[in-house]
């Protein structure tokens, strides 16, 4: 029989999977979070649900906040289950579930002045955001925020208003300033490099087109610290939701499966204070970036490597394509000899082990992760995991042949059909002008090299496109398997 997901219901759970030791009566919010999808709950509520199981730190709960149509959705299926979810975490051998309760309350989405209230609360002293790589207002060539996106121009005309995320923190912080609260730290939880900063750029840019001085006053007093998150955490589908069901006997509207391996590298930058995280198995310290570079370049742009050869190849979960000795024999030769080289060293960290580990993690059969996933949004994801190594290996005369190969698959997948000529579904904000240039492209490369915002200088460079076009010219003639082989005999 199911139990369904409810505080009431907690004592029947404890039987199926670790529930609160804490009395969630006693929490009170601390954070304000934007983005409660699955990587959140799987990452930064698992460490503070620890946290709070040690009877500390109360007053550090979680709001959520959320500015999309979806949000609404999500909120009110996290609502009628108390705010609760169920964690399951899944190795080879192993598969444990646990509820967290972090959470407390959810702002109703599209609620504006309830969210900009609570960002004025002096008990919210955090504002977290997981928005995805690409919901922070970039250009992907340069990495520089973009004032001009239409989102930002509207939020710039009518700041009373905002639509964005950094638009509401923009006024939750002018409303702060004027009523002479100290400003909350804002804490970026997503796979950017110096997100920390890239944070600052979008809020304190957006500021800088309202008013200067507030501007100036963001800069000098808010806290952004970098940081480093990482925990494999697959979409939930009816498929997570049927074991869950299953095989632990909860009613879980939206549950979050991971691997049981997490790491949270921070700076520690937190003027209006801050949780114990340290006591969950966060690491602070002075400098974040020698950690996010080793993670966005090895575990990303591993991922980014086996995405498009494994879709090519019809290959749906990411377990099956390391067990493809070709898409394994591509990701180990392209790290080990092009992107792991181009990492400089990471504090007590032997960088050989840490690439051992991601392919075990990537290996894991019980996790379920997708290909899809994986390929999802590369016009972000290229550019912040692939196209960095490319451009530092071309700056120092090195071989790019396999980096190069990498973004010659993702122009055959954006093309939008498979080696065996099925459909590849719409998985990324840009699909129409990447399919139209990936199409061109099978007769003119350079016309997805041509794509400015997307690869900037690597696209100018003659050796780039010429290895390029040759390997884009080998996956239209002799399809993936084949162009592999020949890589991997070179």
């Not at 309350?105 to 609620?111: H, L, N, R, S």
């Not at 209006?272 to 002075?286: K, Q």
């Not at 994801?381 to 993702?410: M, Y």
């Not at 794509?451 to 002799?478: K, N, Y």
Request: glycine share 8%.
């Amino acid at each position: 029989m199911l139990t369904k997901l409810a505080d009431a219901n907690l004592s029947k759970i404890a039987a199926k999977a670790a529930v609160p030791a804490y009395d969630r009566a006693s929490l009170t919010a601390g954070i304000l979070h934007f983005g409660i999808g699955n990587f959140h709950r799987a990452h930064q509520a698992v460490y503070l649900d620890d946290l709070f199981n040690e009877g500390r730190d109360h007053d550090w709960a979680i709001v959520g906040a959320g500015v999309l149509p979806s949000d609404k959705a999500l909120k009110d299926k996290l609502q009628r289950q108390d705010y609760l979810t169920t964690v399951v975490e899944q190795e080879a051998g192993k598969s444990e579930a646990r509820v967290t309760g972090a959470m407390i309350d959810y702002v109703e989405p599209g609620d504006t002045a309830a969210i900009i209230a609570r960002l004025a609360d002096p008990a919210i002293r955090i504002v977290s955001l997981t928005i995805t790589e690409g919901g922070y207002y970039i250009d992907p060539a340069s990495g520089r925020f973009d004032p001009e996106h239409a989102d930002m121009r509207h939020d710039a005309e009518d700041p009373d208003a905002p639509k964005t995320v950094f638009g509401l923190i923009l006024a939750g912080l002018k409303a702060r300033r004027a009523a002479g609260i100290a400003p909350f730290t804002v804490m970026s939880c997503d796979n950017i490099p110096g997100n920390g900063h890239v944070t600052e750029n979008a809020v304190a840019g957006l500021a800088e087109r309202i008013d200067t001085e507030l501007a100036d006053w963001i800069r000098a007093e808010v806290a952004f610290p970098n940081g480093m998150v990482d925990r494999i955490t697959p979409a939930t589908g009816k498929r997570e939701i049927d074991i869950l069901s299953d095989e632990f006997g909860i009613d879980d509207a939206w549950p979050v499966f991971c691997e049981d391996f997490r790491q949270w590298v921070l700076e520690d930058r937190f003027p209006a204070g801050r949780p114990a995280l340290e006591r969950a198995g966060v690491t602070f310290v002075e400098d974040v970036a020698p950690y996010e570079l080793m993670k966005i370049r090895i575990l990303n742009g591993g991922h980014a490597t086996i995405a498009y050869p494994a879709a090519m190849m019809d290959i749906h979960f990411v377990h099956e394509a390391m067990e493809n000795d070709l898409v394994r024999g591509f990701l180990q030769k392209v790290e080990r000899d092009e992107i792991i080289p181009c990492v400089p060293p990471v504090p007590d960290t032997d960088l050989d082990d840490y690439y051992a580990l991601i392919e075990r993690r990537f290996s894991n059969p019980k996790i379920g992760d997708t290909v899809a996933r994986l390929a999802l949004d590369g016009s972000n994801r290229q550019p912040k995991f692939i196209l960095p190594s490319t451009a530092d290996r071309l700056k120092e005369g090195r071989s790019i042949t396999g980096l190069a190969l990498v973004s010659a698959l993702w122009c055959r997948y954006c093309a939008g059909t498979s080696d065996s000529g099925h459909d590849i579904p719409p998985n990324d904000a840009s699909h129409a002008r990447l399919k139209e240039a990936a199409l061109k492209a099978k007769d003119d490369p350079d016309a997805f090299l041509a794509l400015e915002d997307i690869f900037g200088a690597v696209g100018r460079s003659p050796l780039f496109r010429e290895t390029f076009a040759t390997h884009l010219s080998s996956l239209w003639t002799h399809g993936t398997a084949d162009t592999l082989r020949r890589y991997l005999q070179e």
